[in-house]
Structures are given as C-alpha cells and as structure tokens.
Nanobody, 127 residues
Framework: QVHLVESGGGLVQAGGSLRLSCVAS????????MGWFRQAPGKERDFVAA????????YYADSVKGRFTISRDNAKNTLYLQMNSLKPEDTAVYYC????????????????????WGQGTQVTVSS
C-alpha cells in the first residue's frame, strides 16, 4: 500500500511561483509511474503532468506546458511540481498520484491508471 501526502500549496499572485511536494510512504514508489492532477471548483479532475520512474521522460497538459515542471527524487520517495508564471485559472486543488508497482515505464494521463492518490493541496492564484 502507498500513502501520499502533498504539501506546498497556498495563495500566490498571478505571475508568481509555487513548488508542490508529494511524499510517499508505505513502500517505495521508485518503480511507479507518477503524476499530478488538479480539480478546480465545480469542474472535473484534470491531468496536469506525468513522469516515468527514472524521471527522464515527462508529459504535460497543454495548459501548463512551458510553465510547470514535474520531477522526482526516488531516494526521498518524493514527487515535485514546480509551478511558474501562475495564472488565476491555475487555481485548484492539486493531487499527486502513483501507479502500480513496476508501472514506471509509462506516462499515464488518466485517473483510472493511478491506484494511489494523495488528499490534495489547495493552490489559489489571485489576479
């Protein structure tokens, strides 16, 4: 079983930056695909970014490409999301997710591809 805890959310002005972290416990996630999703008020949860187990391959939603960077530190069992040039439309609860063991070669973009989820962290961008 994998337990995920996000942190780093908060209130920031448009154009600012935040770095989200997601720490995994229970077992290592070094062989798992991992990703970030977000859910704005009144909307469905959307894919943001994905990363393979090595960290060498990443994939982004068009809405965040060039502004957000996903990375991971397998020694610390931690996933990151660096968010720059934030916009009000980035306001949402951000969730990290982990795939099943040995899923690490894949870049998953769909919710049902991730069996493990964190509780979410709120990001609010003011205009």
């Amino acid at each position: 079983q994998v337990h995920l805890v996000e942190s780093g959310g908060g209130l920031v002005q448009a154009g600012g930056s935040l770095r989200l972290s997601c720490v995994a416990s229970g077992r290592t996630v070094r062989t798992c695909a991992m990703g970030w999703f977000r859910q704005a008020p009144g909307k469905e949860r959307d894919f943001v970014a994905a990363i393979t187990d090595s960290g060498f391959s990443t994939y982004y939603a068009d809405s965040v490409k060039g502004r957000f960077t996903i990375s991971r530190d397998n020694a610390k069992n931690t996933l990151y999301l660096q968010m720059n040039s934030l916009k009000p439309e980035d306001t949402a609860v951000y969730y990290c997710a982990a795939g099943s063991e040995y899923s690490g070669n894949y870049l998953y973009t769909k919710e049902n591809e991730y069996p493990y989820w964190g509780q979410g962290t709120q990001v609010t961008v003011s205009s």
